[in-house]
Nanobody
Framework: QVLLRESGPGLLKPSQTLNLTCTVS??????????WSWLRQPPGKRLEWIGY???????YYSPTLESRAIISRDTCKNELGLQLTSVTPEDTAVYYC???????????????????WGRGTQVTVSS
């Protein structure tokens, strides 16, 4: 059983930088051939894929967020990271991390298309 747990600040002000962590247990983030995604769901809107980091460390981003997002990993801690710069209220959402066995994750529209995902963490951007 692979468990993913997101953690982060909860509340930010506009223009600040969001930093989230996804702690993974029960499986290595370097195991072949998995892709570890970050996604978000704003209130009342559909799930949005942000990007993924592969088992080998290759990163791929959604074109709409790649100018502001950085996905990283700490293989010693078995953790994933998401940094999102210059946040605005439009970045308010529940943020998730999830695992998939292929790169089609970029086209997934629901969490149950992944084989494992976390419970999510609420991020609110407000002045």
């Amino acid at each position: 059983q692979v468990l993913l747990r997101e953690s982060g600040p909860g509340l930010l002000k506009p223009s600040q930088t969001l930093n989230l962590t996804c702690t993974v247990s029960g499986g290595s983030i370097t195991a072949n051939y998995y892709y570890w995604s970050w996604l978000r769901q704003p209130p009342g809107k559909r799930l949005e894929w942000i990007g993924y980091i592969s088992f080998s460390g290759t990163v791929y981003y959604s074109p709409t967020l790649e100018s502001r997002a950085i996905i990283s990993r700490d293989t010693c801690k078995n953790e994933l990271g998401l940094q999102l710069t210059s946040v605005t209220p439009e970045d308010t959402a529940v943020y998730y991390c999830a695992r998939s066995p292929d790169t089609d994750a970029a086209y997934f529209t629901s969490l149950d298309q992944f084989d494992y995902w976390g419970r999510g963490t609420q991020v609110t951007v407000s002045s």
